[in-house]
Nanobody, 116 residues
Framework: EVQLQASGGGLAQPGGSLRLSCAASGFFFGSYDMSWFRQAPGKGPEWVSGINTGGRATYYADSVKGRFTISRDIAKNTMYLQMNSLKREDTAVYYC?????????WGQGTQVTVSS
């Protein structure tokens, strides 16, 4: 079964950190470009960060640049998002995505809440 399982969300204080994971199964993880998206309450989806198949090219939305770091471990079929210096506006459901040509696979999302 093709699956992306996001985890690691939770409650963090402003200025705090969280690390999200996205475990892939049922497809060849190494062939897919990977991304994180998020959707805040009452807002549309927002692309957050992306990483290419080899893991050497990374991309970030301006809103998270310098605070978030995306990475992937091919051996573990897992992608990560290290989130530092969290802000209240980072509160959202975070989704991982795998893309290859016209194929797009979505995970179920993990809630991140930044609040004091």
């Amino acid at each position: 079964e093709v699956q992306l399982q996001a985890s690691g969300g939770g409650l963090a204080q402003p200025g705090g950190s969280l690390r999200l994971s996205c475990a892939a199964s049922g497809f060849f993880f190494g062939s897919y470009d990977m991304s994180w998206f998020r959707q805040a309450p009452g807002k549309g989806p927002e692309w957050v960060s992306g990483i290419n198949t080899g893991g050497r090219a990374t991309y970030y939305a301006d809103s998270v640049k310098g605070r978030f770091t995306i990475s992937r471990d091919i051996a573990k079929n897992t992608m990560y998002l290290q989130m530092n210096s969290l802000k209240r506006e980072d509160t959202a459901v975070y989704y991982c995505n795998a893309a290859f040509l016209v194929e797009s696979i979505w995970g179920q999302g993990t809630q991140v809440t930044v609040s004091s």
